[in-house]
């Protein structure tokens, strides 16, 4: 009778230990208290592709004011073995970027809080907080926050370590968070050929569906994925 007790015992201890383990909210406190990235090196040694795990509030992540807007990178390319990256934009008020290609990316907007309006081409399309925008390479595309408050929303990036190569080039970087973000650069030249750089062609209005200077990549590209 005593030998069952104690194994009731220690199986009820050895429970309460599995179920802490699982408990989300111990794991994320552990995880912040640590503020280290996570990647299991082991996958690595065996082909496979690591684990990512970035806490939330990890301080070391680079920022960069562009174009009116403070863009972080929660996610390179070369973190995520070039599959993606994820990059969390703040858009003041009337801020937002101009129209413009990107022929090596694909982007998928999704918005957390603000509202943006974008012109899609031809189309001009409103997304509020909750909404998902997909912007596929090789289509014009803008957004400026029209909305009365600072937008905030992710950009998914695929694939990974080409387009977050533009920001701490054509951008500032930012060393205190709390500080006001800086207003657009005025060298329209100088980012102009940034973005050509990688494969980013900007456009006015009245050329929305042509490709400009990345036409040639463009339709290669197309006949690819036909």
């Known amino acids: 009778m005593v030998n069952t007790k104690l194994l009731m ?6 429970l309460c230990v599995f179920s802490s ?31 990512l795990v970035i806490p939330s509030g990890t301080p070391d992540r680079p920022v960069y004011d562009v174009l009116g807007g403070r ?3 929660l996610a390179t390319g070369k973190e995520t073995g ?3 990256s994820l990059i969390e934009v703040l858009s003041p008020l009337g ?7 990107n022929a090596d990316v694909d982007e998928t907007f999704f918005i957390k809080e603000g509202e943006l309006t974008f012109q899609l081409e031809d189309k001009i399309v409103i997304a509020s907080a909750g909404s998902l925008v997909y912007l596929p390479r ?9 909305g009365m408050t600072t937008a905030k929303f992710l950009s998914f990036i695929t694939p990974g370590g080409k387009l977050e190569n533009f920001f701490p080039e054509a951008g500032q970087l930012v060393t205190e968070p709390s500080a006001p973000i800086a207003p657009p650069s005025q060298d329209i030249v100088r980012i102009n ?11 006015s209005p009245s050329n929305a569906s042509t ?5 040639g990549y463009c339709q290669s590209e197309q006949t690819v994925r036909n």
């Open 9 to 14: 015992v220690i199986a009820g201890a050895a």
């Open 21 to 51: 383990s699982l408990n989300p909210d111990r794991a994320n406190s552990q995880l912040n208290d640590d503020k280290e990235t996570y990647s299991d090196s082991t996958s690595s040694e065996q082909g496979l592709q690591d684990f």
């Open 71 to 73: 863009f972080t990178l």
């Open 82 to 84: 070039g599959q993606f």
């Open 95 to 101: 801020a937002g970027v101009p129209l413009h290609i």
């Open 138 to 146: 090789c289509r014009a595309f803008s957004y400026v926050n029209s």
């Open 193 to 203: 050929a940034i973005a050509l750089k990688y494969k980013i062609q900007l456009l």
């Open 211 to 215: 490709p400009g200077d990345t036409a």
